[in-house]
């Protein structure tokens, strides 16, 4: 049976997060939520959890060519005057 379950990103604003995460997920909505960012995601809590790394980049930031090839975009959250584009680390 699936669930949606909600994960906060926590100390995201001073590193990557990384978070555990079911494996098989499907990441359905990234949002602040009680003063945090959060995502929403679609799992089977019966599966086993892995190490999930993601990058927050603010609207105007940089990154390498090379970004796109191995981070996979999730969503855009809205913060005040804060733009913020979640991906997910894809290896």
């Known amino acids: 049976?699936?669930?949606?379950?909600?994960?906060?990103?926590?100390?995201?604003?001073?590193?990557?997060?990384?978070?555990?995460?079911?494996?098989?997920?499907?990441?359905?909505?990234?949002?602040?939520?009680?003063?945090?960012?959060?995502?929403?995601?679609?799992v089977d809590p019966k599966v086993r959890s892995v190490d999930v790394k993601f990058v927050i980049v603010p609207t105007g930031g940089g990154f390498n060519d090379e970004f796109l090839d191995t981070h996979t975009h999730i969503d855009t959250v809205i913060d005040g005057p804060y733009i913020w584009h979640l991906y997910q680390h894809t290896p």
């Open 1 to 42: 049976m699936k669930v949606i379950y909600r994960y906060d990103l926590d100390d995201w604003q001073h590193k990557d997060p990384t978070i555990q995460l079911p494996l098989g997920r499907k990441i359905i909505k990234a949002a602040y939520h009680r003063g945090k960012l959060s995502i929403w995601a679609v």
